[in-house]
């Protein structure tokens, strides 16, 4: 799946993450959302995932972790607050030890 990425500022407190795919809506979802998927990519190739659970309902919650090359732990984790297959999630997002969750989307949009 090859894509493109833009990244728009509408405000202090919202990034918007845009990505265009040539491939079908329900395999992006999928890829996005899958644990066997995500663990594949969501981390750098040198750094192993060692966590990467997904409950994808309202109320279910995901939790990915990986090891950087100098030992760090790094931890993603959130509970879902909607779910609706295949164009979009929201989802809390909490990184590491920071403070506070911060709300997330996952909207995606078929051209065809």
């Known amino acids: 799946m090859a894509g493109s990425a833009r990244i ?12 265009d795919f040539d491939a079908p809506i329900a395999l992006v979802f999928d890829v ?6 995500v663990s594949k990519w969501g981390a750098y190739p040198s750094d192993p995932m060692t966590e990467c ?14 090891v ?5 732990v790094c ?3 959130g509970t879902y607050l ?11 997002w909490l990184f590491g030890g920071w403070p506070g969750d911060l709300v997330s989307f996952l909207r995606g949009q078929s051209d065809g």
């Open 8 to 19: 728009e500022f509408p405000n202090e407190l919202d990034v918007l993450w845009t990505r």
């Open 32 to 37: 996005l959302t899958k644990s066997e998927h």
């Open 53 to 66: 659970s997904i409950d994808l309902r309202v109320g279910g919650n995901y939790h990915y972790s990986f």
């Open 68 to 72: 950087t090359e100098d030992g760090t």
């Open 75 to 77: 931890s993603f984790r």
């Open 82 to 92: 909607e779910v609706e297959p295949p164009v979009r999630t929201v989802e809390t």
